[in-house]
């Protein structure tokens, strides 16, 4: 979860060329800025240099940078940043809304993400020094369109920092019902807050240990998963009905399944903010992208197929959806399982995820302040943390109005992660008609069978697919996301019509 999901995440969120931005925040670039390093160390004198930094690398402005990332170097940093056993937070709710075929909603979530990852392959191509979305929406389809890019981005990251911090809550909860699990959302924000604002690096070896420790409690849950199934056929059994289950399959309820299974996928184009720092800056990024999200996808769907499969009917978790896959861990090997993934959870999503995450929704601010868009107080920059400090201070503020409302609303933590899917989801689907927008009709690159896939029909189905998923979301998601892009549209109007200021995100 992770543009990182966190995702930095979760997040493409680059300086958008010709923004005066000093070097990205320790605590978002740091463990980039040491891939980098490691990279380096490896690669030969004759490394062509980048001209510009972008938010991935922690060197000074106007130094120029060597390019050492290799494809396999983007991967092990996607994956860091993408939170490999995110689909165990989310298990009960995509179970629930899918009639039992968790299996069948990740992999149409992949085939969603699989279609906008060949779209921002291409579109680093042609715009290799950003990883944003808005950038190549505003260089495409102009400056408005842009501007509700970059404001619905806004919508999935603004969210997010409450959603993780739940997710987080709700794990610790489920071992500690005693602590109310406000008190510990605020825990985690403090937490988090605390080593934004004091700017605390986070070594690429710590993300490593992390990646590596996601790893083995995923590997722990599918060994001894497949073990409790085998020595207990009256109750369990492999099936294909996890995968679709013709009995069950209700299109509505998949696609509402799907909107929510979608999340674990979101923040690939993390890996479009080293495009400058990329052995081959146009093609390395969007096959790092694929390799990742053909990872992502194996290692999601052997989680949730052998989960399905130790418990078909549901009955471990019933009523309590959130705590769900803790339930399912908890047959499969006892108590020190559940509980060993729901810390891993907590602290992947909670502390790693969240620190991420919340520099990334300030550098996005931060460049849409520089570009107009935005007031111009987001646009500080701190000599002593080299952060975005008052776009920080604003998201903390903020993470803290949301985590009070979701929770006296009664909004639910399947809920609040649709909110933010119709962001990125919204934001992919512009994703995709940029392709077509710009290689078929601007370009007229449509000859030979490859330019009609890349350039026509595999982003026309990205698009399709995307706002298949994005109106799925159900009700309350649904009213949130129009809303949003409504008052989007007004701030804009306001912003170039009243108020006559320039916005440039391209």
């Given at each position: 979860?992770?543009d990182v999901?966190?995702k ?6 680059s300086?958008?060329?010709?923004a005066k931005t000093?070097a990205a ?14 990279a ?7 490394q062509?240099?980048?001209?510009h930094p972008?938010?991935?690398?922690n060197q000074?402005k ?6 050492t990332l290799?494809v396999k170097?983007?991967v ?5 940043c993408?939170?490999?056993?995110s ?14 075929m968790p299996t ?5 979530g992949?085939v ?6 060949f ?6 191509q042609?715009f ?10 505003s260089?495409?389809m102009?400056?408005g369109l ?5 404001w619905l981005m ?5 969210v ?7 997710i987080?809550a709700?794990?610790i909860h ?8 406000l008190?510990l959302c605020?825990g985690?924000?403090?937490?988090v ?5 004091i ?5 690429m070896?710590?993300?490593?240990i992390a ?7 995923m ?8 073990i409790?199934i085998?020595?207990?056929?009256e109750?369990s059994g492999?099936?294909?009905d996890?995968?679709f289950?013709p009995?069950k399959?209700?299109?509505t309820g998949t696609?509402?399944?799907v ?15 080293l495009?400058?720092e990329?052995?081959?800056p ?5 096959r790092?992208?694929?390799v ?10 052997a989680q949730?197929?052998v989960?399905a ?6 009955a471990?978790f019933?009523?309590d ?6 339930a ?6 006892g108590?020190?399982l ?5 810390v ?5 999503q ?6 991420a995450q ?14 107009g868009?935005l007031?111009?107080f987001?646009?500080?920059m701190?000599?002593r943390?080299n952060s975005?400090?008052?776009a920080?201070?604003?998201i903390?503020g903020l993470s803290?109005?949301l985590?009070?409302a979701?929770?006296f609303a009664g909004?639910?933590?399947n ?10 989801l919204?934001?992919?689907a512009?994703l995709?008609?940029?392709?077509i927008?710009?290689c078929?009709?601007?370009?007229k690159?449509?000859?030979?069978v ?5 350039h026509?029909?595999?982003p026309?189905?990205g698009t399709?697919?995307c706002?298949?998923i994005?109106?799925?979301?159900k009700?309350?998601a649904l009213?949130v996301?129009?809303?949003w892009?409504a ?8 912003l170039t ?10």
């Amino acid at each position: 979860m992770s543009d990182v999901k966190a995702k930095a995440g979760s997040a493409s969120a680059s300086v958008a060329p010709g923004a005066k931005t000093p070097a990205a925040p320790a605590s978002a670039t740091s463990s980039a800025s040491s891939l980098a390093a490691t990279a380096a160390s490896k690669a030969p004198a004759t490394q062509t240099e980048a001209a510009h930094p972008t938010v991935a690398t922690n060197q000074k402005k106007g130094d120029p940078f060597k390019r050492t990332l290799t494809v396999k170097d983007m991967v092990v940093w996607g994956l860091i940043c993408m939170v490999p056993i995110s689909p165990m937070a989310i298990y009960g709710g995509v179970f629930t809304d899918s009639g039992g075929m968790p299996t069948l909603a990740f992999l149409i979530g992949f085939v969603a993400v699989l279609f906008s990852v060949f779209s921002f392959g291409i579109m680093i191509q042609h715009f290799p020094s950003s990883g944003s979305i808005f950038t190549y929406v505003s260089n495409v389809m102009g400056k408005g369109l842009g501007f509700i890019a970059g404001w619905l981005m806004l919508l999935q990251y603004l969210v997010s920092p409450a959603l993780v911090y739940l997710i987080a809550a709700i794990a610790i909860h489920s071992m500690f019902p005693a602590i109310p699990v406000l008190a510990l959302c605020f825990g985690f924000l403090v937490i988090v807050g605390i080593i934004s604002l004091i700017g605390m690096k986070t070594a690429m070896v710590v993300n490593k240990i992390a990646l590596g420790a996601q790893l083995v409690i995923m590997a722990l849950f599918i060994v001894f998963g497949v073990i409790y199934i085998v020595g207990h056929p009256e109750t369990s059994g492999f099936s294909f009905d996890s995968i679709f289950n013709p009995a069950k399959f209700e299109f509505t309820g998949t696609m509402s399944a799907v909107s929510l299974a979608v999340m674990s996928y979101v923040g690939f184009g993390a890996i479009a903010t080293l495009t400058q720092e990329a052995v081959d800056p146009k093609k390395g990024p969007g096959r790092a992208m694929m390799v990742m999200a053909l990872v992502l996808c194996v290692l999601y769907v052997a989680q949730m197929f052998v989960a399905a499969c130790i418990d078909p009917t549901g009955a471990a978790f019933k009523g309590d959806t959130d705590n769900a896959f803790y339930a399912v861990a908890k047959m499969a090997a006892g108590p020190w399982l559940s509980i060993l993934c729901a810390v891993g959870v907590a602290l992947a999503q909670g502390v790693f995820t969240a620190i991420a995450q919340q520099t990334s929704i300030a550098f996005v601010m931060f460049t849409m302040a520089k570009g107009g868009a935005l007031p111009k107080f987001m646009g500080k920059m701190s000599k002593r943390t080299n952060s975005p400090i008052n776009a920080i201070l604003f998201i903390i503020g903020l993470s803290i109005v949301l985590t009070l409302a979701f929770h006296f609303a009664g909004i639910n933590m399947n809920t609040i992660a649709k909110i933010s899917n119709f962001g990125a989801l919204a934001t992919y689907a512009l994703l995709n008609l940029c392709v077509i927008i710009f290689c078929w009709f601007k370009l007229k690159e449509r000859k030979g069978v490859k330019a009609v896939f890349m350039h026509l029909i595999f982003p026309a189905l990205g698009t399709l697919v995307c706002l298949a998923i994005m109106v799925s979301v159900k009700e309350t998601a649904l009213i949130v996301g129009a809303i949003w892009i409504a008052l989007g549209v007004v701030y804009y109007l306001v912003l170039t019509r009243v108020m006559h200021k320039e916005i440039n995100l391209g």
